[in-house]
């Protein structure tokens, strides 16, 4: 396995994730497998530790812009990642901010 591939692998948690991985890289054209990182970074949900989740949706962004560069000559901005971060957290981690990113009870000045 190439290191890159072994890098890609490194976040699969299974022998059926590594399979799928390895199919999306040697068994489709560059239109099927920009349409098949799409819905894996779109449709991916959280199955791990925020962390361990958070660097795979990065993982998957990065390899998504990648594809994107050498086939379509763009990227897709930053802030797409940071949304879909944001939408796959749990509600604890955006309780304690109020308005204008305040804790609540706190007056912003």
């Known amino acids: 396995m190439v290191d890159s591939n072994a890098e890609s692998a490194s976040f699969c948690n299974t ?3 590594v399979w799928e991985k390895m199919l999306s890289v040697y068994e489709q054209s560059s239109g099927q497998r920009l349409d ?22 990065q993982g998957d ?6 594809k994107l560069r050498r086939v379509a000559k763009t990227t897709l901005p930053d802030l797409l990642l940071m949304s879909r971060i944001m939408s796959t957290l749990p509600s604890e981690y955006f309780e304690c901010l109020g308005v204008g990113g305040t804790h609540r009870g706190e007056i912003s000045q």
């Open 36 to 57: 098949r990182l799409m819905e894996n970074f779109f449709r991916s949900e959280k199955e791990l530790e925020d962390a361990s989740h958070i660097a795979k949706l």
């Open 61 to 66: 962004f990065s390899e998504l812009n990648d």
């Open 15 to 17: 022998a059926e994730s």
